[in-house]
Structures are given as C-alpha cells and as structure tokens.
C-alpha cells in the first residue's frame, strides 16, 4: 500500500443549527446546535475499504456525505490527493465530485422514478462529459453488464426491479464516472439477508478489478469486518477506535468498542448472555457532555474523562482515544 | 419432562385478495409454542412471517380472510367471533409491534396508555392501577418510573419507547406474547438491552413467546426454537442450536452461509441467486424451487410435506440429501 492517503480529514466538524421554535424566540433562548461531528481526524489510503460504524445519530451518515461534498462541514478540511476540496467551487468542484461517488442506503428513493437505467445513467456521462456520441450507448451497456443486470435492463423503469437490482443500479451510476472512491452509506441494509450477499460479492469484486477506494459506511458489524481492511468505530462525532479489521474485531481497545461488538449479537446459542452489554443510550448530539464522550456510559470512566476529551494515540494494533487504553483489563 | 403446549396452529392460511384468484400470505403453516418457550419466526420480507403472528390474533380481518385452527387453551380462535375474541386478544395473548412510536398513541400520557389498559383487562381500582403502571414502568427498566407517567411519548428514546409498548402489554399478566420485530429499529446496544429484558422476563413470568424477526443472530441469542419460513410456507423447524449448527433445508442452509462467519476476510460469500417470489406467482411445489441450488422437477409441481427427522426436527424438503452433498463439497472446496 502506497504511503499518501488518498483522503485525509482533519479536524472535521459538522454543526447544524435548529430553527428556533416561537417560544424560544420569546424567551430568548439560543438556537440549538447539533454537533454532529467533533473533530474527527481520519486517513484513507488508496485501493483500501475503510468500514465505518457506529450507531445511529453517531455522524456516520454526516462524515459520509462531508466527504462526497453534499454537506459544507463548519470546521476543518478535507484533503483529497493532498489538496483541500472544502471551498471547491465551478469546474474543480465538479472534477472532484466526479471522483468520489456517493451510493445511497435506500433503493426506493435514490432512483427517479420517471427516469429509465438508461437516462439515469446516460445523464450522469454526459453532464460529466465522459463519453459522447454512439460511445454513450455503448457505455450503458458495458455499465450494465459489469453489475450483472440482465439484458433489456436498460429501458425499463426503477419499479420494475426488486431492491437488490436497484442497488446495482446505483453502483452502476457511480461506476459511470469512472470515480477513484466510491461512498456506500449502508448500501445493503435495506436488502434482505439473501440479496445482501449478492451486493457485497458485486462490490468487493468490482473494488479488486477497478482499483477502488471504499468508504463502507454500514451498522452490520458482521459485515462491515468481512470487507473492510481496516474499521472506524465513531461514537458521537467522534472516532474512537480505527484500526485493521482482523485485530480491531478480535481485541478491540476502546470501551465503547468492546461493548458494541459484544452487544451484537452472535449465530452461536452457546454464546447466549444473560446481561446486556451495556447500560444507557447514546447521548444527545444536542447536547455533547464534556470530556470523553462516552464516559457517560463507560464502566471504567474516572475523573480525567469528565474534564478532558482523549486523542486517538496508538493503542492495539491501531489507534484509539481512550485515558485508560493501557490499563484496561486485557490491553 | 417436556412443558405443555400452550398454543397449537394447525394448517393455518391467510389470504387476501378477490377469493377466486387469492393471495396466499401464508399457507398451511403448523406449529406449537410450549408453556414458557420463545420461538423464534424467522423469514424475509414477505415471508408471511408478520401475517402469521397477526392471524393469530384476528388482526388481519376483514381484509384477510384465516383458515386453519389456531388453538389456544382448548378454543379455537380462528373460529371466535369479534366480541369473544376481545377477551383474549390484549389479555391472554399480547403484542408488541416494531415501530415503537407509531404504536403508541402521541397525544396520551403513557401512565394512561398503560392505565387504559389496566382498566381494560383487570378489575384495579384507580389508585392500584396508578401502583401497577409505576411497577411495571419499573420492571421494564426505566429509570425514575414514577416521575415518568405524565410524560408523552415522544419524550421517551426509541429504546425507552420499546420499554414502555412491553410494559403496555404485560400489564394484563398475558400468557403469550406476540413480538413483531421488537429490535428492528433499534440500535444493537440497545437492541441487545431489550432482547434481554424480553427474555428474563419470559422466564420471571413463566411466560410463552413467539417472536418475529429477520435475524438468524437474534434467534440464536434468544429462541429455544426457530421455524424458518418461506414463500408463506414453514420450511425448517426445531431447536435453535440444532438448527443453526446443522441446518437441512437448502433455503436455511443458504442463508446462514450467506451470512459472513468463519470465513477469511473479503472472499465471496454465498449468496441465494434471485429474489423471492411474488405472492401472485408461486409455484405449485416448493416455494424455494427457483432459488435452490438442488431443486429438479419434482420440486416445483409437488410440495414437500413438513416431515420430522429425529430430535424433533422438521423439514420440508424433496432433495435433503442432494442438499447436505451440495453444502458440504462447497464447504470443502474452501
């Protein structure tokens, strides 16, 4: 693996402000902020699958589409090839848009309806000018048939197909860019667990021959360590554990890691436990504590993580953010 | 000694639809839930998985229309009336659905939607039903129960809200409770917390259970046994560690090998071809046949009977060797 990262993010934020309802506007209260990402620091290599995970409200959709360019972070930048596309704007805007492509979790809604796989996918190559002329059509098929959609797909309609050919659909929209890196924001979940494995197959496979860069943003654990070479795990807005797979999954560092890979759960009865595997739910991104943002939950939580918020060091075979990563049982 | 079998389904089918052409959601299915059991109904969408587990409490009239017999304490509640199933349907037998918010009633406090149904199944005056409701809130694990019952629901966390449907249907003391994707919308950690709850209170109450879920992970963790269901149909029943350690029928097989477990990092993963059938288009025989790996022509015009093997396993399969063969050299071709 080559040694540049492909993407580097650093010090990412994300803030949204809520409209302020009539009566707070009355009583002069402040607009509420949503922190949905605090300074996550992350490097992508190319050719690599970075698996991202977390649950919901954790900024993993956010970061995603921070780095696909449909949301404008509040602080912080994003390299890609060494240069900051943070305030791109007019052509590089669209060259690097054109090299990170988004696929989006929900077939049913991320295809237009009126539009047959034929002008979706001549409309993204020509507004790019990838091809022109005959070379079009022929490109349409060629999309097509690298993710296995079967002849006579091209004229019909998004509701003709069942969730898992749609999915494919939109892997062959982004394909139709010829990107460097393609963002899957929970790209099967909404599949069933028979189609799921179709999908993935697709992608691993497509990754291999084209070179990709994946960014596999998904909540299966199971199948995030099965594609991914190395995994973050974020924790409101924040990364608190990255890491190669194989060892992340084995010997996770970070507490709150420990107890999500223990909370999910496993095929083998013998496994069962009596206990959850941790108390509590996540914190509002309204109203982020101070400190480590897990110590609210952390069984190992001491003073020092109420008042300061930890750095991602090196810690197992990767890096997390944790004061207590070296004294922790099993470290 | 073996627990007594509190409800018996027997060749139930539920189907929708003009009568001389039906959709058949689900199609002779039969099984048996004993005296404190949890099995686990296990399916895709579509499966009729959800129309079952609603078939049983007269949910699906008046647009379904269920045949079969469901049943339950020596009555039939396929044949009950509206009225006298009433009297079951939320006190003997209770659910919980999966979206916890659009199953609770937005405008209400929960200590009344709670109270409502103390009121409804119990014979508490207003004080003890008040008592009940902070007992149960408490038994369910929300924190600071007493000062919670003025609140609404969307006050309440997904989790929370899960917490408090439970709640809401153990307060009549049922007997078996219907579990429709409980977990679904939930995070893990807190799909691990109410999975959890759900099970120790099954055992504290003595209390038989039948829960609907898409997850063979959630089945290992909290059935004792599992049917897992095709095309309408049950295809592979029996106890939850037999079956996941040694499945028979080539859709269970399939699916639990499509699901990444013991293998090297980014190999293929074997994936069931196609997509399920539709309801308007299943074959005669087996609902699998287009999918399957092993299926010939016998399997599409003549259904496989649920026939038991031993150890109280059931499976309906014509080609159960073929299958067990052709599982096994993928397996050593690894």
Partial sequence: MSLAPLL????????????????????????????ALNGVEL???????????????????????CIAGLNRPTAGDILFEGESVVGLKGARRRAYNRRVQMMFQDPYTSLNPRMTVRDALEEAITVH??????????????????????????????????????????????????????????????????????????????????????????????????????????????IVEIGPSGPLFANPVHPYSRALLAAAPSLDPAKRRRKPAIAGELPSPLDVPPGCPFHLRCPHAGEICRREKPALRPAGAGLAACHFAEALPGA | MEKPVVLAVRDLRTEFGPAAHPLVAVDGVSFEVREGEILGLVGESGSGKSITLRSILGIVQPRGRVFGQILWKGRDLAALDETRLRAVRGREIAMIFQEPMSSLNPLLTVGLQIEENLLAHTDLDAR?????????????????????????????????????????????NPRLLLADEPTTALDVTIQDQILRLIQSLAEELGMAMILVTHDMAVVAE???????????????????????????HPYTLGLLRSIPRDVPPRTPLYSIPGAPPALSAMPAGCAFTARCPVAGSDCRDARPPLAALSGGRHVACHRLPEAAAFFSAREAAR
Avoid: W
Wanted: hydrophobic share 45%.
């Fill in chain 1, 8 to 35: 580097s993010i650093r010090d990412l934020s994300m803030r949204f402000t809520k409209p302020r309802s009539l009566a707070d506007a009355v009583a002069r209260r402040p607009r509420k902020v949503v922190s």
């Fill in chain 1, 43 to 65: 490097d992508v290599m190319p050719g690599e699958t970075l698996g991202i995970v977390g649950e919901s409200g954790c900024g993993k959709s956010t970061l995603a589409r």
């Fill in chain 1, 129 to 238: 000018g990838m091809r022109s002329g005959a070379a079009v059509g022929r490109r349409v098929e060629e999309l097509l048939d690298l993710v296995r959609l079967p002849e006579g797909a091209a004229d019909k309609y998004p509701h003709e197909f069942s969730g898992g050919q749609r999915q494919r659909i939109g892997i062959a929209r982004a394909l139709a860019l010829e990107p460097t890196c393609l963002v899957a924001d929970e790209l099967v979940s909404a599949l069933d667990v028979s189609v799921q494995a179709q999908v993935v197959n697709l992608l691993m496979e497509l990754q291999d021959t084209l070179g990709l860069t994946v960014l596999f943003v998904a909540h299966d654990l199971r199948l995030v360590r099965h594609v991914s070479h190395r995994v973050a795990v974020i924790y409101l807005g924040a």
């Fill in chain 2, 128 to 172: 003890a039903r008040k008592a009940r409701a902070v007992e149960l809130l408490d038994m369910v694990g929300i924190p600071a129960a007493r000062s919670r019952l003025g609140d609404y629901p969307h006050e309440f966390s997904g989790g929370m809200r899960q917490r408090v449907m439970i709640a809401i249907a153990l307060a009549s």
């Fill in chain 2, 222 to 248: 909290t059935c004792d046994r599992v049917a897992v269901m095709y095309g309408g149909r049950l295809c592979e029943t029996g106890e939850t560690a037999a079956v996941i350690g040694d499945a028979r």
